[in-house]
């Protein structure tokens, strides 16, 4: 079945370092979708990527939606003690705008300051 | 972030017991989600609504049921609770004016004992 991969699972890195996830669909997407989720909290929607090789900045965060509309990826410049949490990235499950997702698994920042 | 009341917030509960989750919403749209939480599995789904009435199965359904008998509640229902059922349970929505994106209540902590 529809599959989300999502790497690497875990990241511990010092305040002012960068951070990459990534997020790997075994089918196409027509959008992709993060989420940050606090400790403790519910995940909350960050950015939608649509278009083939989307690249889309929110401060020190870029996202990144591959050529194929298969992988997508979320760059933290200069990681801050706010950044700590977990990101998802999400695709539709299926066809049809019913608002199903699959989820990766998230990836977990710990920022050291 | 849309009006999504999850209740309760945390419980505690013995194997063998039956448990209602219940979800309320004020945005009035159309599509709910229940998700569980764990460790390395992300947010899957459980089960999902159309609509008043009109449920459908999700990824992981098995022990679980559901009801909408009015477009703002979503009722989730642990048949007999066993302890592969501990875990944390958002609720989600989706609108018409929502785009792609869905939006989480502020989860249900349970623990089957």
């Known amino acids: 079945g529809q599959q989300v991969m999502q790497i690497p699972q875990y990241q511990h890195v010092q305040e002012g370092e960068d951070f990459t996830t990534y997020c790997n669909s075994s089918t196409t997407l027509s959008n992709i979708q993060w989420y940050k989720q606090r400790p403790g909290g519910h995940p909350v929607f960050l950015i939608q990527l649509v278009k083939s090789g989307e690249v889309k900045k929110q401060k020190r965060l870029t996202f990144q939606f591959g050529e194929a509309k298969k992988n997508s990826s979320l760059h933290i410049t200069a990681t801050q003690t706010t950044d700590v949490g977990t990101y998802f990235c999400?695709?539709?499950?299926?066809?049809?705008?019913?608002?199903?997702?699959?989820f990766g698994q998230g990836t977990t920042l710990q920022v050291k300051p | 972030d849309a009006g999504i009341t999850q209740s309760p917030r945390h419980k505690v509960t013995e194997t063998g017991t039956p448990v209602t989750l219940r979800c309320h919403q004020t945005e009035n749209h159309r599509y709910m989600y229940w998700y569980r939480q764990d460790p390395g599995h992300g947010l899957r789904l459980i089960h999902y609504s159309y609509g008043v009435k009109d449920t459908d199965k999700g990824e992981v359904s098995d022990g679980y049921s559901v009801s909408r008998s009015k477009t703002e509640d979503f009722l989730l229902t642990l048949e007999s609770a066993t302890s592969s059922q501990t875990s944390v349970y958002f609720c989600?929505?989706?609108?018409?004016?929502?785009?792609?994106?869905?939006?989480f209540g502020e989860g249900s902590w349970l623990t089957v004992v």
């Open positions: 989600a929505t989706h609108g018409p004016l929502s785009g792609n994106t869905i939006y």
């Open positions: 999400a695709g539709p499950h299926g066809s049809g705008n019913t608002g199903k997702l699959i």
